[in-house]
Every structure is written in C-alpha cells, then in structure tokens.
C-alpha cells in the first residue's frame, strides 16, 4: 500500500501561499507532493493582486503586470489554463515628470544607470549640470563589499541627479522605497556585479545591455488583468483537492515530535507565506531569532487612485504608457499610468473610456494614505492637469490603499534572510515564501513559493519528517 501524502498547512493565501499550495497539490503540473489545507486570514485570496471595476470597467486594483524575462509567473499562468490570455503591454513609451517638463524615460539604462550617455542626454531628463557630471564618471575608490546603498553607490560615481532624477523614481515604482537605503545586492544584482568588476559603470551596464536577450516581452499581462491570476490558482487548487479557508486567522504555531500544531491542528510541515510581521509573530515561541529579524523588516505603504474618464472629452487622450515623477520635485503623485493605452484588452473591453491610475505614497513619507478619497482625487487630477494638461473630470473613481504594502530591502537585506532561513530551516517542516525574502515581484513570489516546497520536503540531517494523523 502506497504511503499516504504528508499534510502540509500553507498560511497565507497571496499569490506566494497560493503558488506553493498548487505546487505541493500537483495543480499546477507535476505530480501531487502533499495533502494540502490552506488558510487565509482575509476575506479574499490574491493579496497584492486584485481586480475590481471602476465606472463599470475591469480593471487591475493592485500589481498590473509581470515580469516575463523571469519564466515563473508566466509558466504559472500557463499551468493554470491562462495561456490564452497572456497579452503584453501595447506600448512601453514611458516619461520622467522631470524638471517642469514630461521627458522621455532614456533607453539603454539599468534601473536608473546609464549605459548610453548619449541617449540620457537626448532625453532632457538630466540639466546640463547634471549631464556633465554623469560624463564625467568618477573611479570606484575603495573597492565595494558585499552591498552597498544604490543612491550612495551610483552618486559617488556618475553625481546625485543621476538618482535624483532617474535611479530614485524608477526603485521607487517597484519597491516604493528610498534609493539611498535599498541594497545594491539584493535589488539590482546585476549592477552589483558590474560594480565590483571596478571598471566604468556606464560601460559596464552598456555591455550587460548589448548581451543577446532572450525573444519576447520584457511584460505580460493578462486580458481582464492580473488581479484574475489568483483566482485561476485557486480553482486549480481545489480541482487538485486542497482545502481554501477564508476567514481563518492562524494565532499559534507549535512543533512537535512528529510535525507540528497549527492552532491546535495536526501537520507534517507548515509553509508561512504571510508578510514578516505575521511570520514573526507566529515564530516567537518556536524560532525567537528568525521572529526578531523578521520582525524588524520595514514596510512601505501606498495609495492607486484609478480614475475613468469618458474618452470623447479628452481631447486627446494622452499617450504613452505613462510617467514616473521623481521625489525630490515634490508633487503629489509618484508616478502615472495610462491604462487604457498601455493595455490592449482594456481598450477593446472599454473603447469610449479611458482608464489612469496614479500612485502616492512611499516608505517613510505615507501621509496620502490618511486622507481621503477626495483628497487623493483631487491632488491627483492637480498633478495631471499640470503634467499633461488633463483638464477632463473623472466620471468614476476608486481609491485603493495598501498599507504595509512593499517589503523594503536595506543594505544586508539578503544577509538577514539568509540567517532567518537557517534559524528556520533547523526545525525542520517549517519554510517561509513570500514578497519579504527575495523579490517583490510576481515571478520572484512564485520562485519563493517553489524553493519553500523544496526546502519544506527536504527534511535537514538527523531529522526524519513525521506523518499527521
């Protein structure tokens, strides 16, 4: 008689917990690993990805696309039948709200970085003070560690405007963080290599560049957007058998001989993909050391005000894909995007409307958040007004606010995960997954999800995994 599946307990149902449940129950290829019951505190599985409507068009409430140069949430989406609704982004135009003007985002560039100075200075966005200093790359000086700040790193070396005005809005559209604390090695690793090489960093980033890339988009999407991805998981998930209890908040942890007590509940083994703090909490009994780390990583909090405009009064609509605004100007948004032209499938949904979206808000300047719905209209419509003229009312709008959003990754940030994983990994039948260890991206959660499994059915030495009953 074949031996019977261990029972795995996946606490947290965003797209990480959701992955890991797929993987451990074979619902998303591969055969099933585990008996599976996943438990999600909310009233809703998806986390940070969601859709709604907004003046009766669906649209994207939280992340809106994913990376597709990492195959992960791609194969993810496939796995679970989506396949057919990929769609990429119809333009990836972009501008920078720089220096009273929109400026074309400057290509051949790394998160920021230049590797073409001649296309940054065609851009407009740097002043000529600016341009001059980035030409005028200073040498590396004392030969860099293990990390390093970005802001610090690339101000030493190609001048402050470079991530005033380039660096710092870009880091701050995917970690709404602060360029002078996010950490070279654990953000931007290829840039870290580039550093360490000791060479130019303009030269060095121009060579990463002028690599062969692999075919295909750098974006996907998904046609009703990707807030539909969790949802696909889900059904997937229970097709293959695993129990989704919504409503179903975990408030203790407790190893055993033979696995472990979730609330009481018997298990061989538990992944926790909830964000840090949750995790810290549920580990102070069982693993203090890891608890304490986790619970000293920071979180940063925004707001997406989605406004829908009737298209017939924007005369006309404005283009691109959207733009990023950096910090240190002072406005009110952070960054724009024009939905209904960056994607295809909201267009065809919705041809007499236009959909943007505007973000406000970011780690240690989260005021935007208190205030309300009105509020962030209005100083959003203000900022449009003056950055592209946009002088239309919305006919709907939707405020959406994520507090405690965006996991930050400070300078040892990998170091830190590295010691949580060890101090967890000792217990055995314990791993953890999620935005707060290796990426904030779709595809960097999927990949966690995958290597907690991986690590959660690797018992360590001298340890066998037990069986529930």
Same mark, same amino acid.
């Given at each position: 008689?074949?031996?019977?599946?261990?029972?795995?307990? #996946?606490?947290?149902?965003?797209? /990480?917990?959701?992955?890991?449940?797929?993987?451990?129950?074979?619902?998303?290829?591969?055969? =099933?690993?585990?008996?599976? @019951?996943?438990?999600?505190?909310?009233?809703?599985?998806?986390?940070?990805?969601?859709?709604?409507?907004?003046?009766? #068009?669906?649209?994207?409430?939280?992340?809106?696309?994913?990376?597709?140069?990492?195959?992960?949430?791609?194969?993810?989406?496939?796995?679970?039948?989506?396949?057919?609704?990929?769609?990429?982004?119809?333009?990836?135009?972009?501008?920078?709200? @720089?220096?009273?003007? %929109?400026?074309?985002?400057?290509?051949?560039?790394?998160?920021?970085?230049?590797?073409?100075?001649?296309?940054?200075?065609?851009?407009?966005?740097?002043?000529?003070?600016?341009?001059?200093?980035?030409?005028?790359?200073?040498? /590396?000086?004392?030969?860099?560690?293990?990390?390093?700040?970005?802001?610090?790193?690339?101000?030493?070396?190609?001048?402050?405007?470079?991530?005033?005005?380039?660096?710092?809005?870009?880091?701050?559209?995917?970690?709404?963080?602060?360029?002078?604390?996010?950490?070279?090695?654990?953000?931007?690793?290829?840039?870290?290599?580039?550093?360490?090489?000791?060479?130019?960093?303009?030269?060095?980033?121009?060579?990463?560049?002028?690599?062969?890339?692999?075919?295909?988009?750098?974006?996907?999407?998904?046609?009703?957007?990707?807030?539909?991805?969790?949802?696909?998981?889900? =059904?997937?998930?229970?097709?293959?058998?695993?129990?989704?209890?919504?409503?179903?908040?975990?408030?203790?942890?407790?190893?055993?001989?033979?696995?472990?007590?979730?609330?009481?509940?018997?298990?061989?083994?538990?992944?926790?993909?909830?964000?840090?703090?949750?995790?810290?909490?549920?580990?102070?009994?069982?693993?203090?050391? /890891?608890?304490?780390?986790?619970?000293?990583?920071?979180?940063?909090?925004?707001?997406? #005000?989605?406004?829908?405009?009737?298209?017939?009064?924007?005369?006309?609509?404005?283009?691109?894909?959207?733009?990023?605004?950096?910090?240190?100007?002072?406005?009110?948004?952070?960054?724009? @995007?024009?939905?209904?032209?960056?994607?295809?499938?909201?267009?065809?949904?919705?041809?007499?409307?236009?959909?943007?979206?505007?973000? %406000?808000?970011?780690?240690?300047?989260?005021?935007?958040?208190?205030?309300?719905? =009105?509020?962030?209209?209005?100083?959003?419509?203000?900022?449009?007004?003056?950055?592209?003229?946009?002088?239309?009312?919305?006919?709907?709008?939707?405020?959406?606010?994520?507090?405690?959003?965006?996991?930050?990754?400070?300078?040892?940030?990998?170091?830190?995960?590295?010691?949580?994983?060890?101090?967890?990994?000792?217990?055995?039948?314990?791993?953890?997954?999620?935005?707060?260890?290796?990426?904030?991206?779709?595809?960097?959660? #999927?990949?966690?999800?995958?290597?907690?499994?991986?690590?959660?059915?690797?018992?360590?030495?001298?340890?066998?995994?037990?069986?529930?009953?």
């Amino acid at each position: 008689m074949a031996e019977a599946l261990p029972k795995v307990t #996946v606490i947290g149902g965003g797209i /990480a917990g959701l992955a890991a449940a797929a993987h451990l129950a074979g619902a998303a290829g591969g055969p =099933a690993l585990a008996r599976v @019951t996943l438990l999600e505190a909310g009233e809703r599985l998806g986390g940070k990805l969601r859709t709604g409507e907004v003046g009766g #068009v669906q649209v994207d409430l939280g992340a809106e696309s994913m990376l597709a140069r990492r195959p992960e949430a791609v194969e993810l989406a496939r796995d679970v039948g989506l396949a057919d609704l990929l769609e990429p982004p119809s333009t990836a135009k972009a501008a920078v709200w @720089t220096r009273g003007e %929109l400026r074309p985002l400057p290509g051949g560039q790394l998160m920021g970085v230049p590797g073409d100075l001649a296309a940054l200075a065609a851009s407009g966005v740097l002043s000529p003070e600016g341009l001059a200093r980035a030409r005028a790359e200073r040498p /590396a000086g004392a030969a860099l560690g293990d990390d390093a700040a970005i802001g610090a790193y690339v101000a030493q070396r190609l001048g402050q405007e470079v991530v005033d005005r380039l660096v710092e809005p870009l880091l701050g559209g995917v970690y709404a963080g602060r360029a002078e604390e996010i950490s070279l090695r654990a953000a931007v690793p290829q840039l870290l290599a580039i550093a360490q090489g000791g060479g130019s960093l303009v030269e060095g980033v121009h060579a990463l560049l002028d690599r062969p890339q692999a075919g295909g988009p750098v974006f996907q999407g998904l046609r009703g957007g990707i807030g539909t991805l969790p949802t696909a998981v889900a =059904a997937a998930c229970e097709r293959a058998g695993v129990e989704l209890r919504l409503r179903a908040p975990v408030s203790e942890l407790r190893r055993t001989a033979t696995g472990w007590l979730v609330d009481g509940r018997a298990c061989d083994a538990v992944l926790l993909a909830t964000p840090a703090p949750v995790a810290a909490k549920l580990l102070a009994t069982e693993a203090p050391d /890891a608890a304490a780390e986790l619970a000293a990583i920071e979180y940063a909090g925004m707001a997406l #005000v989605t406004l829908a405009f009737h298209r017939a009064e924007l005369a006309p609509a404005p283009s691109g894909s959207g733009f990023l605004v950096p910090p240190v100007d002072g406005r009110s948004i952070k960054a724009a @995007t024009f939905s209904s032209r960056k994607w295809g499938w909201l267009e065809r949904a919705a041809p007499d409307a236009f959909v943007l979206r505007t973000s %406000l808000g970011r780690y240690r300047d989260e005021a935007a958040l208190d205030l309300d719905d =009105a509020e962030l209209v209005a100083r959003s419509l203000a900022d449009l007004r003056e950055a592209v003229g946009l002088t239309a009312r919305p006919y709907a709008s939707v405020v959406s606010r994520w507090r405690a959003g965006l996991p930050q990754y400070p300078v040892g940030h990998q170091a830190k995960v590295a010691r949580i994983r060890a101090a967890v990994g000792r217990l055995g039948g314990l791993a953890l997954a999620g935005a707060a260890y290796d990426g904030v991206g779709i595809p960097a959660c #999927v990949a966690s999800a995958r290597r907690a499994v991986d690590e959660l059915l690797t018992p360590p030495p001298g340890r066998r995994a037990g069986k529930g009953e």
